[in-house]
Each structure stands twice: as structure tokens, then as C-alpha cells.
């Protein structure tokens, strides 16, 4: 998607290891150009970081990593405020990931503020379009605790919720791709009267996964990275 349309500014929400903000910044490389703002918390524990793998694939350049105390809503506040003047935000991305807690009230939130922040023609990404807080085994979320949630709460897809219930009505939008594993949801910001819902089944894009895997698995070979997209390092005895 980077490499055909070509977004100037992104925006993730949530990273993780960084490992998908290492892969864009290479297509931002292969590009020539481009820029990565990558939101997270300060006290995210994942070893290796987003910055030491950014760091080991020499792609720092290309992003700017954000560690907010709270999480991205205070980030995507800041950030609204310092592109409004005359009470009007203007947008400043062309494309943007959320990949955060899952959760409908900050997702939910979250989904307006960075429309405010997108360029017509942009596209938003969600990712664990199918995650519930009930099928992890884990007690907590981003500082959510499962067993406070009602059933509906812990059993509901909550980033499918935000998805069918605030996205696919709002007037900004109208062009709309669901992958047939639930995983991502997308949506395009382009006004019209007519609104596109695609749902991609494996059956129809198995030639473009397979052209995607061996561009990825370049990339990977390029930037030093094994399959899990930690960096591969190597040991010499003697």
C-alpha cells in the first residue's frame, strides 16, 4: 500500500517491537522520502524497542517516536491543537495505523481525532478487527482489567464495533476493505454519495500475498531481520 500510494506523513498508533514501523520506513526508503510519527507508551516493555530495531536497520531517520505517559489520545490532542489556527485543524497525514488497546471507547475516540488529522484520499487501518478481551489470557489490557468489563464488553469485538458503528456511517468516508481473516479493517476518506464495503477473500488475493511475502521477505534480508522481524545478529567463534 506505502509503495502505491505513496503517503508522505504516517501516523501509527500503538507499535509494539516496531517491527511494521520498520517495514514502512523501508518502503519510505525504497520511496526516497517520507516520514513516520509512531505514538506509543513510556512504559511499553517490549525488548527489543521500536527505537533499538529502528536503530539496528539505520531507518531512525525516517521516524520520529512518541512516548506518551497515558497513551496516543492525549498525543492526537496536542497534536490537533498545535495544526488548528483561525478554528480550523488542518490535516497533516496521509495515512494512519491503529493498533492500540482494541478498545471501543479510546479506538472509538480515537477514529474522530485523527479524522481531523487526515488528508482526503487517506487512508485509516485497523488492526485485530476480531480481538475480544476474552480470548487472552491475559488480566490486563493497556491498563484495562478484563474482569471488570461486563460479558458483552470481554466477548464483543470492540475495533469491529468502532469500525461498523462510527466509521462506515460517518459522511467522510465511503470506500471501505475488510480482509476475509478479520484482522484489518480500512477505510479511505472520500466523500461521495455512494459507499464501497470489499471484503477480500484469500481465494482472490492469494497472487498479490504471495507478491507481498516475497517484496517482505527482500526487505527483510536488506534490513537484517529473521521472520519473527527481530534483528538477526551473528556469533563468531573462536
Request: aromatic share 10%; with cysteine.
Amino acid at each position: 500500500m506505502i509503495l502505491r500510494d505513496r503517503p508522505g506523513r504516517i501516523l501509527e498508533l500503538g507499535i509494539a517491537h516496531g517491527t511494521a514501523t520498520c517495514y514502512m520506513a523501508a518502503a519510505l526508503d525504497a520511496m526516497g522520502g517520507g516520514r513516520i510519527t509512531a505514538v506509543d507508551l513510556v512504559d511499553a516493555d517490549f525488548t527489543p524497542s521500536a527505537e533499538m530495531q529502528l536503530e539496528m536497520c539505520g531507518l531512525s531517520g525516517y521516524v520520529e517516536v512518541v512516548r506518551m505517559q497515558t497513551g496516543y489520545s492525549w498525543f492526537l490532542h496536542d497534536e490537533i491543537r498545535r495544526q488548528t489556527t483561525e478554528s480550523q485543524c488542518w490535516p497533516k497525514y496521509d495515512l494512519c495505523i491503529i493498533d492500540g488497546p482494541k478498545n471501543w471507547t479510546i479506538d472509538g475516540g480515537a477514529f474522530f481525532l485523527v479524522d481531523k488529522l487526515l488528508h482526503p484520499g487517506g487512508w485509516i487501518i485497523f488492526d485485530d478487527y476480531a480481538w475480544t478481551y476474552a480470548g487472552q489470557p491475559r488480566r490486563t489490557t493497556d491498563g484495562i482489567t478484563h474482569r471488570m468489563l461486563s460479558d458483552a464488553e470481554r466477548t464483543t469485538p470492540q475495533v469491529r464495533e468502532v469500525f461498523e458503528l462510527l466509521v462506515v456511517p460517518h459522511g467522510n468516508y465511503s470506500e471501505f476493505v475488510i480482509e476475509d481473516h478479520k484482522d484489518w479493517a480500512m477505510a479511505r476518506k472520500t466523500v461521495g454519495r455512494e459507499k464501497t464495503y470489499t471484503v477480500r477473500y484469500r481465494s482472490e488475493y492469494a497472487d498479490m500475498l504471495s507478491w507481498g511475502a516475497t517484496v517482505a521477505r527482500r526487505a527483510a534480508r536488506k534490513l537484517g531481520l529473521g521472520e519473527n522481524g527481530v534483528k538477526r545478529t551473528s556469533s563468531l567463534g573462536g
